[in-house]
């Protein structure tokens, strides 16, 4: 790998890569040991490697394997669960695809669940057939798991924990107006030393997740703060669809469990949402019932809530016996077990929560952005996929094929950019900020974020409840930008500047929508309007 020193800081550090990777989730590592292959790689992560969404994926990946299934009903479903907004290049790209990203996964040593006939598939809501392969019900642990040894193996990776990214460095950044602009890379915190570090790159591509920390409920982990969105647009890229946030209908309903996920797979082999006295509901809100796209799904739920007033839910798969639950969903029955809830014998209480986000920084089809050296790969990417509602299990899909695409993108320009003069770039500076002494502040804001995206920019919303989200997150947006630049950066100082400014971009975006689509529901515009079948693409601001 090529390094050079530049003058930072005592203890900073400032390296070339040929390639800069930001996040650890399937998207990221899957990237990381294609371009292995040709150059130097340097892959940070905020926390432990496996800290992310990819992880802690329970149901599986999508794909047409079955000889009875054709890709053009995958299509179709993608499509019907998008409402509309799906890009059909994508779509029919990433489905073509499905197959090949999931035999390139089992050479990389992924160990998929099998039966008597071969690999099992399942089926999940809003999929008109059995496609998703998966190990048992924690695919997203056997995948990182494999791809993380495969990592570490690696001689040309260099894999760097507790590294939190702030800011890109761009050519406009360094003042450097030319035609196009460009990434040079990050600047990024230690988070064991609290020093800011310059990590330069030919190519920065960024794979951080999703933003679903910025809700109160939600089946993310704390990384999830929309990050890599945040960072692209404060540099100059679009972003686009970020009104459609997927709910997860199930997550588990427990003062215990933090942020734990009831597959989509126990719905998909039978699985009964029932009301506290008993009563099966979804009947009464899609002919589907149970297999409805997650968004009716999570709807229903939210919708049935409200009626009785109770706090939950329960999933009933108590039919399946206890040795179907034991092999089909160990880790799920295991959990439950362990605050008490035996699965086999009742049912399961659950909620939704805030899961996926569907929008994100706009990419081609080879994962390129509107700054050139700067990719974006997985959920931060809004690559025309998923439309106005992602189809379950599309998701991990997407990862494998777009790291593919960016890998093959990337390598054509590679010979050129390795001998394009690198420009110096300046050190951190702290513009003489000094030490926050109410750090409670943060804390404060954080929550309020939290309580205001979820009370007024939910599952249901109305043009009241987005004005009211609008104002308070622009008062908290000026609060917390003047806190930023008058104190030295830290983890948590970062993370909340990142979620305000994401929590502004989906409420500017949910306003814009005067309709109801996929995930974006509004009691003031309750259905669908042709003159808005469009992605909703939020202007650059630089």
Known sequence: METAVFANQPGESSEIADFLIIGSGLAGLDLALRLAEHGGVTVLTRGAAADSNSYLAQGGIAAVLDPSDRLESHVQDTFNAGAGLCHEDTVRFVVSHGAPAIHHLIDRGVAFTRDEEGYHLTREGGHSARRVIHSADATGKAVMETLLERVKEHPNIRLVEQRMAIDLITAHKLGRYLPGNRCYGCYVLNLETQRVESHLARFTILATGGAGKVYLYTSNPDTATGAGIAMAYRAGCRVANMEFIQFHPTCLFHPQAKSFLITEAVRGEGGILRLKNGEPFMERHHPRKELAPRDIVARAIDHEMKRSGDDCVFLDITHKGEAFLREHFPNIHEKCLGLGIDI??????????????????????????????????????????????????????????????????????????????????????????????????????????????????????????????????????????????????????????????????????????????????????????????????LPIRE
């Open 344 to 537: 086999s014998r009742e049912p399961i209480p659950v909620v939704p929560a805030a899961h996926y986000t569907c929008g994100g920084v706009v990419v081609d089809l080879s994962s390129r952005t509107d700054i050139n050296g700067l990719y974006v790969v997985g959920e931060a990417s809004c690559t025309g996929l998923h439309g106005a509602n992602r189809l379950a299990s599309n998701s991990l899909l997407e990862c494998v094929v777009f790291a593919e695409a960016a890998c093959r993108e990337i390598l054509t320009h590679l010979p050129a950019w390795r001998v394009e003069p690198f420009p110096l770039v300046p050190r951190w500076d702290n513009y003489g900020a000094g030490v926050c002494e109410e750090a409670v502040i943060i804390s404060h804001n954080w929550d309020e974020i939290r309580r205001t995206m979820w009370n007024y920019v939910g599952i249901v919303r109305s043009d009241r409840r987005l004005a009211r989200a609008r104002r308070r997150i622009e008062m908290l947006q000026q609060e917390i930008n003047e806190y930023y630049w008058n104190c030295q950066v830290s983890s948590d100082l970062i993370d909340l500047r990142n979620l305000v400014l994401v929590a502004s971009l989906i409420i500017r975006s949910a306003l814009h929508r005067k309709e109801s689509r996929g995930l974006h529901f509004t009691t003031n515009h309750p259905e669908p309007n042709d003159q808005w079948r469009r992605d909703t693409v």
